[in-house]
């Protein structure tokens, strides 16, 4: 009896989703049919429990540093111009990943040049996680995770504080009402300009070859001074050793659908 008011309510919730594979008087196929609703839910949780671990965990690392929007905005972030002196203690210069993901290419660069300093930034706390744990297990000082927007740059960073800025496959933006969000439009651009050294230079590392022709078209049309771009990197000799020696996780994807990366490297008019 309490069987068949379970197949029933089974065959009621499977009626109300219109793809679900329900067949009849198959106990086995009806099985299926609720794994496959109550799966991704399950999945869903299990990820969520997994981003909580990781957000707990990056509060006691010590590498990892997560301002909130006010204290940014209202100049209370410690950090701002101290960044050399206060938590990489040396006077090295200093390099931003902008969007960094996982933390590849920050940990990357940083294990390549231990007499740089380099700061991975994303929104996302527990993407950067990974980069943070690694440099952390590895013993690398010389790397350290900021979560903020990218638009909160210049609250996070003193003017003149930064020696250069890598963007690494940042999401192209492509529709016209996105434009303000992405990341080498005009205001952008002047955000970067304002933390940059006035020698600074800025590393578009992109798949998207929409994001590589905007960027080249207004770096041309603002009359900022384009150093190196190449349009397929690993077929066009001619890139710095580091954009081919070194893949982001969202690049690796891309390499096995054999897209094209593209890479420019330019200075910001003064
Ligand atoms: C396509 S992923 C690329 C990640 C990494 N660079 C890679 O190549 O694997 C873009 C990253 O930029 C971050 N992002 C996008 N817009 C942002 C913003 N306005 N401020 C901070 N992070 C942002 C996302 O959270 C995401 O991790």
Known sequence: ?????????????????PHANFTKNKDKHIIA??????????????????????FNENETFKNVFQPTRE???????????????????????LILELGCGKGEYSIALAQKYPNKNF??????????????????????????????????????????????????????????????????????IKRYKFILKPEGVVNLK????????????????????VLYANHNVYKQEGSPEEVTSIQTYYESQYLEQNKPITYIRFKIKQ
């Open 119 to 188: 700061i991975g930034i994303d929104i996302k706390g527990a993407r950067f996680w990974r980069g943070a744990k690694t440099a952390l297990e590895e013993h690398i000082p010389n790397v350290a995770f900021l979560r903020t927007q990218i638009e909160l740059i210049d609250h996070a960073f003193a003017e003149n504080e930064v020696d250069e800025i890598w963007i690494t496959f940042p999401d192209p933006q492509i529709k016209y009402k996105r434009t303000k969000h992405r990341m080498t439009n005009s205001e952008f």
């Open 206 to 225: 992109t798949d998207s070859e929409f994001m590589h022709g905007y960027t080249l078209g207004l770096l041309h049309g603002e009359g900022h001074e």
């Open 71 to 93: 204290e940014l905005t209202e100049n209370n972030f410690a950090l701002k111009g101290n960044w050399n002196t206060t938590f990489f203690k040396n006077n090295n210069p």
């Open 1 to 17: 009896m309490f069987r068949n008011d379970v197949l029933s309510n089974f065959k009621k919730d499977a009626a109300a989703i």
């Open 33 to 54: 049919s609720n794994i496959s609703l109550v799966l991704p839910k399950f999945l869903f949780l299990v990820g969520s429990k997994n981003k909580l671990k990781r």
